[in-house]
């Protein structure tokens, strides 16, 4: 009952939730410079359950299953969608670039609307316009990496964000099974989200049955905590700072690593990654975030070029000896505001949230469709299950481990995917206006 006038407290403070609220007047950002890639040998092989030596949990951004897969053939994908009004309304082909929608926090819980998954027909885009950009999905032939890794594969069409939110709390869930008590993003656009953040940007939080502010740089327990106690390597890639997307970098708000030599022994610019797989250079661990241009967010980039940057990550890593021993998770960390008919099941007071894409791509995956409940927890308990580390929390085991989406009889072969002809588009390299989370 408490929760409920929590959550009751939360959505009706309304606007304050559906976008990253205000906008401090710091100065100019100025994006890190890119320098050249180091030159680096391989990493020790750590010791693991099972063939894989390697996963690579790579991230994107704001889609639902509905949204890129709705028409893939065995997934339980809808080509129709439900309004409040309780129209049925036909999902139309997905626009290459489009107004970003809301995703909030707020944002999410108005469209699940307690299981119906009718809200999201009512709520205005970010630029407070009257949309139905959230009822579209792609066609087939539109998306052909994507599709193709999902059939040569595992599509996972049970992925659910592990937060009803936007950006900030489920990347924290995908290196700690929580999200320290934040329930959104900071109010502040994704070019700062951290320890390194200045004074008085801040997030909104759950702490003892009430919203209020915290500045986003927290000491709780992580993967990577687990791996550094137990000396097996990880890396994360993302954007550099003053860049959109730096914010996804979920590292940079744990204290013990953003304050400490562990950023710039293991936090690398996501220029240097195929550089470092062709020197033989991945760690046992890796997690991988997009800059705003390349990471599949509405309201800016081309998804199409979204896609051929994952194609070229991908292509990296199978052209390398290290494929045979490496498991690529591809998922997105929010629903975007886009429609999706299947309601999430309860886990804790944030979520789950709406479904999300999952792709496996590795020669250990099963080639299928897999209906296995998971969130991004589900990784972590994996990533725990294979290094032989300690359950980091209670949390990771509500749903299904990712080492269900694994056989290890018959390795599957490669397949590379191509990069497509995009539609021509403007990038957006730094924050102007609003926020874009």
């Known amino acids: 009952m408490r929760f409920t006038r929590v959550l009751l407290f939360v959505m009706l403070a309304g606007l304050a939730l559906i976008h990253d609220d205000g906008e401090p007047s710091w100065g100019p950002h100025v994006v890190v410079p890119l320098t050249p890639p180091p030159d680096r040998r391989p990493l020790p092989v750590a010791e693991t359950t099972t063939p894989i030596k390697h996963v690579v949990y790579l991230i994107k951004e704001n889609r639902t299953y509905d949204n890129l897969y709705g028409g893939f053939p065995g997934g339980d994908g809808a080509r129709v969608g439900r309004t409040a009004e309780g129209k049925t309304v036909t999902l139309r082909r997905l626009p290459d670039k489009q107004t970003d929608?809301?995703?909030?926090?707020?944002?999410?819980?108005?469209?699940?609307?307690?299981?119906?998954?009718?809200?999201?027909?009512?709520?205005?885009?970010?630029?407070?316009?009257?949309?139905?950009?959230?009822?579209?999905?792609?066609?087939?032939?539109?998306?052909?990496?994507?599709?193709?890794?999902?059939?040569?594969?595992?599509?996972?069409?049970?992925?659910?964000?592990?937060?009803?939110?936007?950006?900030?709390?489920?990347?924290?869930?995908?290196?700690?099974?929580?999200?320290?008590?934040?329930?959104?993003?900071?109010?502040?656009?994704?070019?700062?989200?951290?320890?390194?953040?200045?004074?008085?940007?801040?997030?909104?939080?759950?702490?003892?049955?009430?919203?209020?502010?915290?500045?986003?740089?927290?000491?709780?327990?992580?993967?990577?905590?687990?791996?550094?106690?137990?000396?097996?390597?990880?890396?994360?890639?993302?954007?550099?700072?003053?860049?959109?997307?730096?914010?996804?970098?979920?590292?940079d708000q744990i204290k013990y690593i953003r304050d400490t030599d562990l950023w710039n022994k293991h936090v690398f610019p996501v220029e240097w990654f195929?550089?470092?797989?062709?020197?033989?250079?991945?760690?046992?661990?890796?997690?991988?975030v997009p800059p705003f241009n390349l990471s599949d967010h509405p309201g800016g980039p081309s998804l199409c070029q979204g896609q051929n940057w994952t194609v070229d990550i991908v292509n990296a890593i199978m052209r390398s000896p290290m494929w045979r021993s490496t498991a690529i998770v591809m998922t997105w960390d929010d629903f975007g505001g886009f429609y999706d008919h299947v309601p999430?099941?309860?886990?804790?007071?944030?979520?789950?949230?709406?479904?999300?894409?999952?792709?496996?791509?590795?020669?250990?995956?099963?080639?299928?469709?897999?209906?296995?409940?998971?969130?991004?927890?589900?990784?972590?308990?994996?990533?725990?299950?294979?290094?032989?580390?300690?359950?980091?929390?209670?949390?990771?085991?509500?749903?299904?481990?990712?080492?269900?989406?694994?056989?290890?009889?018959?390795?599957?072969?490669?397949?590379?995917?191509?990069?497509?002809?995009?539609?021509?588009?403007?990038?957006?390299?730094?924050?102007?206006?609003?926020?874009?989370?």
């Open 101 to 251: 929608l809301q995703h909030s926090y707020f944002a999410a819980h108005h469209d699940i609307n307690g299981g119906k998954m009718d809200g999201f027909s009512t709520l205005r885009d970010k630029n407070g316009n009257v949309t139905d950009l959230a009822f579209t999905t792609a066609m087939p032939g539109q998306l052909p990496a994507y599709w193709g890794w999902a059939e040569h594969y595992e599509l996972g069409d049970r992925m659910f964000s592990s937060a009803a939110s936007s950006s900030m709390p489920n990347h924290l869930y995908a290196i700690a099974s929580q999200s320290a008590g934040v329930i959104d993003g900071p109010n502040f656009r994704t070019t700062r989200w951290g320890c390194d953040d200045p004074e008085g940007i801040t997030a909104p939080a759950i702490r003892n049955g009430r919203e209020v502010r915290v500045r986003p740089c927290f000491n709780i327990p992580t993967a990577v905590s687990q791996l550094e106690k137990k000396h097996v390597a990880w890396s994360y890639y993302g954007a550099r700072g003053g860049e959109l997307g730096y914010g996804w970098i979920a590292v």
């Open 274 to 288: 195929v550089h470092d797989v062709s020197q033989g250079y991945l760690a046992p661990v890796t997690w991988i």
């Open 344 to 437: 999430p099941p309860h886990a804790d007071f944030l979520g789950l949230g709406p479904r999300v894409p999952l792709v496996v791509i590795s020669p250990w995956a099963r080639n299928r469709v897999d209906h296995h409940t998971y969130d991004f927890t589900s990784v972590v308990r994996f990533i725990d299950q294979n290094f032989g580390l300690p359950q980091l929390n209670e949390r990771q085991q509500l749903f299904s481990s990712m080492g269900d989406a694994f056989q290890f009889e018959h390795p599957l072969p490669r397949w590379y995917a191509h990069r497509s002809v995009c539609p021509h588009t403007s990038p957006v390299h730094v924050a102007e206006s609003t926020d874009l989370d």
